[in-house]
């Protein structure tokens, strides 16, 4: 059974920085094609960045220069470092490990709160 489990959330300050972490445990970690989503109360998941199993990497708009997703192979797993952050990236944030089309697995969610 496939765990996916984050980490790293909590409250910032506007302009501050965060690491959010996710170990994936119980698979291949070298198939998923990792993700980082975000969701606000009243609004629908929307994605923040991912990254291939080749390396590639994609942001949305929103992070795009202030968001930075890696992966490790070795210790399965994904991070999002969060630069810059804003009162408007105040979410919570969930990974993603996903084989596209086949299987989709998803953590519980870590909140980030940005405020003064």
């Known amino acids: 059974q496939v765990q996916v489990v984050e980490s790293g959330g909590g409250l910032v300050q506007p302009g501050g920085s965060l690491r959010l972490s996710c170990v994936v445990s119980?698979?291949?970690?070298?198939?998923?094609?990792m993700g980082w989503y975000r969701q606000t109360p009243g609004k629908q998941r929307e994605a923040v960045a991912h990254?291939?199993?080749?390396?590639?990497?994609q942001y949305a708009s929103s992070g795009k220069g202030r968001f930075t997703i890696s992966r490790d192979n070795v210790k399965n797993t994904g991070s999002l470092q969060m630069n810059s952050l804003k009162p408007e990236d105040t979410a919570t944030y969930y990974c993603?490990?996903?084989?596209?089309?086949?299987?989709?697995?998803w953590g519980q969610g870590t909140q980030v709160t940005v405020s003064s």
């Open positions: 990254i291939a199993t080749d390396g590639y990497t």
């Open positions: 993603n490990a996903d084989v596209p089309g086949v299987d989709s697995f």
């Open positions: 119980g698979g291949d970690f070298r198939v998923y094609l």
